[in-house]
């Protein structure tokens, strides 16, 4: 089949609204990868295994084969690009704007459902509880370069079917930040937004100021599992914003090649973005990294910090004009050592380059199973640090300091310049490194960044205030986890 001539037209992939990407692809190889996926969604076909997706895809014109298996028009792939919003407008539990999804914005924040944490006090590794939720979150709404909160933890000691209902309740209740809440089932979706519903005020106040976003993974690009197209649903139809992301492993579920999975992973976030705007015009829509996904074939073990997942699929989500959603800050290492802080830092600094919008699980060890304290920490320092880094060069008069250049001379010195002075705020300065000579270090107790990461978690923790929610408002949300 000659995908080509059915291709739709799309927005150029970069204009100067988009602020500063990095960009791997060239126009030519983004089309055809796009095409590519076209090609997957009209030819091959995605399973929807929920009879209203299928039944909402056959009256919007897709044809239905096998039961069940979309193949999705190019038209209605175009249609949904041009309804889906570019831009995201997210906002803090107090009703402030807090993120501008959409071009090259990016924002920060931790993971959620780890079964493990490095206990602060005892330093092992245990079966994570509720309280180290309450830890994870309250960290998060300290550090100043987080911007979202996620769960943090899945908590040992809480029944299978409240856990979600109780991290929900520690996101409302211990920070202000915008939430991102996962789930797997249908109600997991219902009982979220219920208890944000009751925090705001009223589900149409949420929908006015929405502070929550639904994080809907699939089986895999082809196989649209019914519990979480019902998440999608649900949301899509309250104007609720959804990260929609398809599971993915190169050589299991998408072909090995990096091209073969990202024309794949594409197919299936665009059947995810054609639903939502059948479902309703207009919904916000959030996708992935299309070709993120390398299983180390010697272990079988997910990567997070894999190179061969690249920078391409942040040149598609731009070409989309659809805010996104990635994976930094995190580690395949099991412990917090030399290999997490460099996988945190090139992880961070790569999606931030790319444009990633919504960029989690800063604080992941072992391949997601456990969370540390110490690297969410770190993670918010390397943060800081990527962010002045490229930062925009302010080019002026006094910035140049023409005047002062040629009144010091070569002769001269500039320590002691009022200009000087005027400035040299403005240079970062660390929280957590260390940038002391080794007599200094010495005599501050020759501390590593392990140690120094886990006193300051304490302090900051210890002095740390979280909001109180109104008696009423409390009482509510704990009817809503006692519900059978």
């Known amino acids: 089949m000659n995908s080509s001539a059915n291709t739709p037209s799309k927005k150029p992939s970069y204009q100067a609204d988009f602020g500063k990407c990095f960009r791997s692809l060239t126009d030519e190889q983004i089309e055809r990868l796009h095409q590519a996926s ?80 490095y206990d602060l006090h005892k330093g092992h590794r245990r079966k994570a ?144 973005l054609v639903l939502s705007q059948i479902k309703r015009e207009g919904s916000p829509f959030i996708i992935s990294n299309p070709g993120q996904g390398t299983l180390d074939m010697r272990t079988m073990l997910g990567l997070y910090n894999a190179p061969e997942d690249g920078p391409y699929g942040w040149d598609m989500a731009h070409y989309y004009r659809l805010p996104n959603f990635a994976i930094a800050g995190a580690s395949d290492a099991k412990v917090f050592d030399a290999q997490a802080a460099a996988d945190a830092a090139l992880s961070l600094l790569s999606v931030t380059m790319g444009g990633a919008n919504l960029i989690h699980d800063i604080g992941y060890l072992d391949c997601a199973m456990t969370g540390s304290l110490e690297l969410m920490l770190l993670g918010n320092e390397i943060i800081g640090w990527i962010k002045r880094y490229l930062a925009d060069l302010e080019i002026n008069d006094d910035t140049l300091a023409l005047d002062l250049i040629h009144n010091v001379g070569p002769d001269g010195y500039f320590i002691d310049a009022k200009h000087t002075l005027s400035h040299v705020r403005e240079d970062w300065l660390p929280t ?52 059978e």
């Not at 309804?83 to 993120?99: F, H, K, R, S, W």
């Not at 649903?233 to 992301?245: S, V």
């Not at 260390?434 to 978690?457: F, K, P, V």
Request: glycine content about 6%.
């Open 129 to 272: 509880v509720l309280q180290d939720v309450v830890l994870g979150i309250q960290l998060a709404d300290i550090l100043p370069n987080i911007d979202f909160i996620m769960s943090c933890f899945l908590p040992s000691d809480v029944p299978e079917d409240e856990y979600e209902r109780q991290q929900m309740a520690v996101m409302l209740r211990d920070s202000t930040k915008p939430i991102i809440f996962v789930g797997i089932e249908e109600k997991s979706t219902i009982y979220a937004l219920k208890m944000a519903s009751i925090a705001a005020g009223s589900e149409e106040q949420l929908q006015k100021y929405p502070f929550v976003i639904n994080y809907v993974n699939t089986v895999s690009a082809f196989q649209h599992n019914y519990e979480s197209v019902a998440r999608l649903l649900y949301a899509a139809e309250r104007n609720i914003p959804t990260i929609y992301a398809p599971g993915k492993h190169r050589g299991m579920t998408s072909p090995i090649t990096q091209a073969g999975a990202l024309a794949l992973g594409g197919a299936g976030q665009l059947a995810g």
């Open 38 to 117: 076209c090609e997957i969604l009209s030819r091959t076909g995605i399973r929807f295994h929920h009879q209203e997706a299928v039944d909402l895809f056959q009256r919007a014109g897709a044809e239905i084969t096998d039961g069940n298996l979309v193949h999705i028009p190019i038209k209605l792939v175009e249609k949904a690009l041009k309804t889906a919003p570019e831009n995201i407008i997210v906002y803090d539990q107090l009703g402030q704007i807090a993120m501008d999804l959409g071009g090259c914005r990016n924002y920060y924040g931790p993971g959620s459902d780890c079964l493990h944490i």
């Open 432 to 483: 957590l490194f260390d940038r002391h000579d080794y007599h200094q270090w010495s005599e501050n107790g020759e501390t590593t960044l392990q140690t120094r990461a886990n006193t300051q978690i304490k302090d900051l923790l210890a002095s740390h205030q979280p909001k109180h929610l109104e008696r009423d408002i409390e009482k509510k949300l704990m009817n809503v986890i006692d519900e």
